[in-house]
């Protein structure tokens, strides 16, 4: 059955650090979505792509943050300058219509310290 | 602007009991609701869906739930808890626009005991 995958699954980086979170959604798929998770809170929305561009995002989505779709398979998270308040679980989803779920990959864990 | 509301952040049950997690959301369009389960260390996996069909819906592992839109409810039942039931339970909701984002619940963590 069809994933959506993301590398790494844990990432490590220090205060101030750039940070790239990757994601390949599933092939056909055509939205695109990032969402995170702070530890013991709940998962909340960043940023949704669509045709190439940006379609809707959150008021945590600021300019630290970026979404690119490279090369037509992967799907990817720039984070700027991280800080401690980064510290979250990244999670990647796609979606193929708007009646059909959205499908989450596993997460990566982005520990800044 | 839409919301999700779960009642109880944290749920206990015994074996073979009745599991109900409660949702009721906020929405100013017909929403399209879902729960989704995650299990320690893992991701976000669906249970159900309601996307203005059924109002009875069931999904995975004998879960269902009702759409009950004078309630503003979705609550998520299950007849018999097993104990790998255990894990946080997300109740969510979009609106029925082509790729607009799921609006997340706090969650419920159910706990079985034997």
């Known amino acids: 059955e069809p994933e959506v995958t993301q590398t790494p699954s844990h990432q490590v980086t220090q205060m101030g650090q750039e940070v790239i979170l990757r994601c390949v959604p599933i092939?056909?798929?055509?939205?695109f979505y990032w969402y995170r998770q702070i530890l013991g809170q709940k998962v909340e929305f960043l940023v949704s792509f669509y045709n190439n561009e940006i379609s809707e995002k959150s008021e945590i989505f600021d300019d630290q943050f970026s979404v690119e779709r490279p090369d037509g398979s992967n799907f990817t998270l720039k984070i700027r300058s991280t800080k401690l308040e980064d510290s979250a679980m990244y999670f990647c989803a796609s979606i193929l219509s708007e009646i059909d779920e959205q499908y989450f990959g596993p997460g990566t864990r982005l520990t800044v310290t | 602007a839409q919301s999700v509301t779960q009642l109880g952040s944290h749920v206990s049950v015994s074996e073979g009991a009745l599991v109900l997690l409660r949702c009721n959301y906020s929405s100013s369009v017909p929403p399209y609701l879902f729960w989704y389960v995650q299990y320690p260390n893992q991701g976000l996996q669906l249970l159900l869906k309601?996307?203005?069909?059924?109002?009875l819906v069931k999904g995975i592992n004998g879960f269902e739930a009702e759409f009950k839109k004078s309630e503003t409810s979705f609550h998520l039942t299950k007849p018999s808890a097993h104990m790998s039931d255990a894990a946080e339970y997300f109740c969510a909701v979009s609106n029925n626009q082509a790729g607009t984002a799921l609006i997340f619940g706090k969650g419920t963590t159910l706990s079985v005991s034997s």
């Open positions: 092939s056909n798929h055509l939205y």
């Open positions: 309601y996307t203005s069909a059924a109002t």
